[in-house]
Every structure is written in structure tokens, then in C-alpha cells.
């Protein structure tokens, strides 16, 4: 299956299981991801303790974890003599119900036999003790998004090269962290010369920014040129009484509103307020408050 | 900050360490907070908006603006629930820099603006009688007594919250951003 075509026409494809043709295993399918919170501590962490941030991509992760459930398919044709055979599958394919958490087992095992250990508040916050070259004491961080891994450590590269030697680490992924779950990760220098990370929403905001002028266009309007505030001046969301919107335009409203909570998340600390505000109208939005979500996308134009 | 003694009012409270906690290792981190609340500013519901910000070091870690489930009838009333919300953000922020193992420096430092309910978490004789208002207030007051946290009081011109409360003019949102990525992102 071709799910995604690059800038530069190279295809990018993946077998895909259908997993909604399997029952429901009794087994759990549960696999957590790390909480937000958890990577800005651990960048935030990093500074002080001068440590560096090692950030990878594990490829085709759910391929190294056996498949739980039992599973047979029928061979086609690109197996070539042995077509129509019956065939098990052996590996947790993307797309069946229960690869997301072997895969996060089969990492958590390698990680314990590295010495890390899985915190309690976060199970996907993975430490364990270390001790820099000049007799610091202090913990290495682990943290894993489904096969992103960062890891925070004073030399990051050894536990990077231990998983590499039992995972194919995505070519060019492994480096200093620079974008994670869609923010911008920058090396800053603070004026007590210390060095330290910054997070960022900014190229998550263009990106949405693009769509949404995409969307506009196609309706013939734009975006504002002016927009020195998130919200228009004196405009009191509660006080709206415009026309309630129809059900296409409340899909695209609570779309938006979407697009601008996870650039909270990621850092857009300048809108919180305003997201909050327009928010609480996700369920049934008036035509007054779109206008002011469009205003809102003029004001985060402008403020890049 | 002055440490007051609270042993007749809360006894021989101390802040709850997680059982098992494991030993800390690195560089402690300070805690700061800001807390703002924005009275009525909900014209149809009356209800009143809750911003925080808190900081770890120097990196702001969590952003908060919400709308207050109660409805209050005084300014007092909506900055003591903002207060206990942030009082809440920071136990549970707190908890989770000790299971990290990243050793915490001293109580949480929080700044509100509202000079009532800084004096009322700070002067363990002051009272208070609605019921709500006195749950939040013995919250406050009992993390505290505990040394989880430290009010004090900053003008309402350096709450860096501010911006989480109410819609502002241009130039002073600037400067509070300003204020805030400074701290982040210099």
C-alpha cells in the first residue's frame, strides 16, 4: 500500500494489516505514549546538569516485535510459486490491534537489560544512574514515543548505538534533537552562558497556517493583513450572536481548534487565553466565531 | 520570604514525600509560579478565568487558562479557587520532578497579585466562612504550612499570568511575552 508520495516522487509503502478483521484480543493492546510534560522536563533537565539530547527514529519499529495474535493469510502473488499457501504471520504489522504493544514490550525489555528503569509518574520516562568523568552523579533519561526515542545523557551516543546495534535506526534520524511530535527544538544560549533547549511551535504554524489560507482561499477570501491582537478588539465570544454554523463549518471549527490546542502544547504560550476562550464554543460554533479563529491565524501570521 | 509558624493551625504538617521515592540525583531546580484570575469575565455565565504559569528553572513547563467551574461572587473568591488550581498544578508537578529523581530546591515560590489572598495564605489567624472559598483556602494554607509553597505578592504590572486571564493591549501583551520567552528562549 502506497500511503505517502514525497516531494521527490520516491514512494514510501508499507504493509498494512487489517486489523479490524481480527476479534478483539483478550490480551491487552494498550501501549502509552510519553506525556508532554515529560519532554519539556527533560529538556528543561538538560541545561543545568550540562547534559546533551539524543534524538532518533527507530525504523519500521513494529517489524522487530513478534505478532501476538494468531494470524494466517493467503499468500498472493508477489510470493511468487507459493501463492494461495496459507501463511502466518509472524511479525506485529502495522495495523493489527495488539503491534502497538508488542512493540513497546520487546523495547521495554532491551532498555531493562540496559539498566534502565521504567518511572512510575511516566512509564515511558525510562532512567537510570550514571556518572559523568569528573565523578557527577546523575540519571540518564530515556524517553519513548512509539519509535521516536530521545535520550538525555552525557554521552547520549552510547545508548543510542546500543539500540542501534539490535534496530535499524532510521538513516539521517539520529542527531541532536531539532523537530519532536511537530515542535522546533532549538540550542540556546542563556546570558549566564549556559546552553540550553527551547521548544517551539513555529513551523507547526506555518504549516497550519498554509492549510487554512488553502481553505480560505478556495472560498475566495483571505486573511487579514492587520491583526495586532489574537482577538479582534473588544470582541467578547460569549456575546456573539451571528448564525449558528452548519455541520461542515463546525467540523472545520473544532479542526482549528485542534490545530491551535497542540500548538499550545507545543508552545505557543501566546494564545493560550484565546484558545480557551473560543474553545468552550467547539460544540456549536457561530459564524462570529470562526471569523475570530481566521483573525486569530492572522495574528499568529504576523507574529512569526 | 519569612517562614511562619503554622504548628497550631495545621500541626506538625510536612509536605508528603511519594513512599518509596527514589534517591535524587543532578542539580536541584526551582519552582515558580504565577497565578492570575480575571473576576466575572464571562459576561453570559459570570464566571470567572483562571491563568498560570509555571516555571522550572528558567523554562516555563506548564500554561494553563481555564474557566472556573463556580461562580464567585467577589474577586477575593475566583483568585483563591485560581490559587488552589495552581496550589493542585504544582503538588502534581512537584510529585512528578521527584519520581524523575530531579532533586527540588526549597518550597514552590508563588506569585499572585491579589493582596487578600496572599496576606489570608500567609497570616495563619485570618478566617474565612463560605464554604468553597474555605476549602481552597485551607488547601492553600496547608501546602503552605507543608513548605510546599511560598506565596508572595507581585504587582499586577509583573504577573507574568496576566495574559492567561484577560485580553490585553497589544503592547502589553508584548511585554509579558517578552518577560515569559525571556525566561524560555532568550
Known amino acids: 500500500?502506497?500511503?505517502?508520495?514525497?516531494?521527490?516522487?520516491?514512494?514510501?509503502?508499507?504493509?498494512?494489516?487489517s486489523g479490524h478483521t481480527t476479534k478483539t484480543p483478550a490480551s491487552t493492546t494498550y501501549s502509552s505514549v510519553v506525556l508532554r510534560i515529560s519532554v519539556r522536563i527533560a529538556f528543561m533537565f538538560a541545561a543545568p546538569n550540562d547534559l546533551d539530547i539524543l534524538a532518533a527514529d527507530v525504523g519500521n519499529a513494529y517489524l522487530n516485535a513478534n505478532c501476538r495474535e494468531k494470524i494466517w493469510t493467503i499468500a498472493g502473488p508477489e510470493v511468487g510459486l507459493k501463492a494461495g499457501t496459507a501463511m502466518i504471520i509472524e511479525e506485529a504489522l502495522y495495523?493489527?490491534?495488539?503491534?502497538?504493544?508488542?512493540?513497546?514490550?520487546?523495547?521495554?525489555?532491551?532498555?531493562?537489560?540496559?539498566g534502565y528503569e521504567s518511572t512510575k509518574v511516566d512509564p515511558n520516562v525510562w532512567i537510570r544512574p550514571a556518572v559523568k568523568p569528573n565523578r557527577f552523579e546523575y540519571y540518564e533519561m530515556l524517553l519513548v514515543y512509539v519509535d521516536d526515542?530521545?535520550?538525555?545523557?552525557?554521552?547520549?551516543?552510547?545508548?543510542?548505538?546500543?539500540?542501534?546495534?539490535?534496530?535499524?535506526?532510521?538513516?539521517?534520524?539520529?542527531g541532536s534533537a531539532e523537530r519532536s511530535l511537530g515542535a522546533n527544538i532549538k540550542r540556546v544560549q542563556l546570558p549566564n552562558g549556559t546552553m540550553a533547549?527551547?521548544?517551539?511551535?513555529?513551523?507547526?504554524?506555518?504549516?497550519?497556517?498554509?492549510?487554512?489560507?488553502?481553505?480560505?482561499?478556495?472560498?475566495?477570501?483571505?486573511?487579514?493583513g492587520k491583526a495586532p491582537k489574537p482577538l479582534p478588539n473588544g470582541y467578547r465570544p460569549e456575546m456573539d450572536v451571528s448564525p449558528e454554523c452548519n455541520a461542515v463549518i463546525t467540523?472545520?471549527?473544532?479542526?482549528?481548534?485542534?490545530?491551535?490546542?497542540?500548538?499550545?502544547?507545543?508552545?505557543?504560550?501566546?494564545?493560550?487565553?484565546?484558545?480557551?476562550?473560543?474553545?468552550?464554543?467547539?460544540?456549536?460554533?457561530?459564524?462570529?466565531?470562526?471569523?475570530?479563529?481566521?483573525?486569530?491565524?492572522?495574528?499568529?501570521?504576523?507574529?512569526? | 520570604m519569612v517562614r511562619t509558624d503554622w504548628t497550631d493551625f495545621y500541626g506538625d504538617l510536612l509536605e508528603e514525600i511519594p513512599p518509596k521515592m527514589p534517591k535524587p540525583r543532578g542539580n536541584p531546580v526551582n519552582t515558580t509560579c504565577f497565578v492570575d484570575a480575571n473576576h466575572a469575565s464571562n459576561l453570559v455565565t459570570c464566571r470567572s478565568q483562571t491563568g498560570?504559569?509555571?516555571?522550572?528553572?528558567?523554562?516555563?513547563?506548564?500554561?494553563?487558562?481555564?474557566?472556573?467551574?463556580?461562580?464567585?461572587?467577589?474577586t477575593f473568591g475566583s483568585e483563591f479557587v485560581a490559587m488552589r488550581q495552581a496550589t493542585e498544578l504544582i503538588e502534581a508537578l512537584r510529585y512528578k520532578l521527584r519520581m524523575l529523581r530531579i532533586?527540588?530546591?526549597?518550597?514552590?515560590?508563588?506569585?499572585?497579585?491579589?493582596?487578600?489572598?496572599?496576606?489570608?495564605?500567609?497570616?495563619?489567624?485570618?478566617?474565612?466562612t463560605k464554604k468553597h472559598n474555605a476549602i481552597c483556602y485551607h488547601r492553600v494554607r496547608e501546602t503552605v504550612a507543608a513548605g510546599t509553597t511560598a506565596i508572595g505578592k507581585v504587582n499586577t504590572d509583573y504577573n507574568l499570568a496576566d495574559n492567561f486571564t484577560k485580553q490585553l493591549s497589544p503592547e502589553r501583551r508584548d511585554h509579558l511575552l517578552q518577560c515569559i520567552t525571556y525566561q524560555t528562549k532568550q
Open chain 2, 103 to 128: 532533586p527540588i530546591d526549597g518550597p514552590t515560590r508563588v506569585y499572585g497579585d491579589n493582596g487578600a489572598v496572599v496576606s489570608n495564605s500567609l497570616v495563619p489567624t485570618s478566617t474565612l
Open chain 1, 95 to 114: 495495523g493489527l490491534k495488539t503491534s502497538g504493544a508488542a512493540w513497546r514490550a520487546l523495547l521495554a525489555s532491551l532498555l531493562t537489560e540496559l
Open chain 2, 52 to 74: 498560570i504559569l509555571i516555571f522550572v528553572m528558567k523554562s516555563s513547563i506548564i500554561w494553563h487558562s481555564k474557566r472556573q467551574n463556580t461562580v464567585e461572587t467577589s
Open chain 1, 149 to 174: 526515542i530521545l535520550v538525555v545523557a552525557f554521552d547520549p551516543k552510547l545508548t543510542m548505538d546500543a539500540i542501534g546495534k539490535l534496530y535499524r535506526l532510521k538513516e539521517g534520524s539520529v
Open chain 1, 197 to 224: 533547549w527551547s521548544i517551539g511551535a513555529d513551523e507547526y504554524i506555518d504549516n497550519a497556517l498554509e492549510t487554512v489560507k488553502a481553505t480560505l482561499e478556495s472560498e475566495g477570501m483571505k486573511l487579514k
Open chain 1, 251 to 304: 467540523k472545520r471549527y473544532q479542526e482549528y481548534i485542534r490545530i491551535l490546542r497542540w500548538a499550545l502544547e507545543l508552545g505557543q504560550v501566546d494564545v493560550v487565553l484565546e484558545v480557551s476562550l473560543m474553545s468552550l464554543f467547539n460544540a456549536l460554533p457561530r459564524e462570529g466565531h470562526l471569523e475570530a479563529l481566521y483573525h486569530m491565524f492572522a495574528y499568529l501570521a504576523k507574529a512569526d
Open chain 1, 1 to 17: 500500500m502506497i500511503f505517502d508520495i514525497k516531494m521527490d516522487f520516491t514512494r514510501k509503502a508499507r504493509l498494512v494489516a
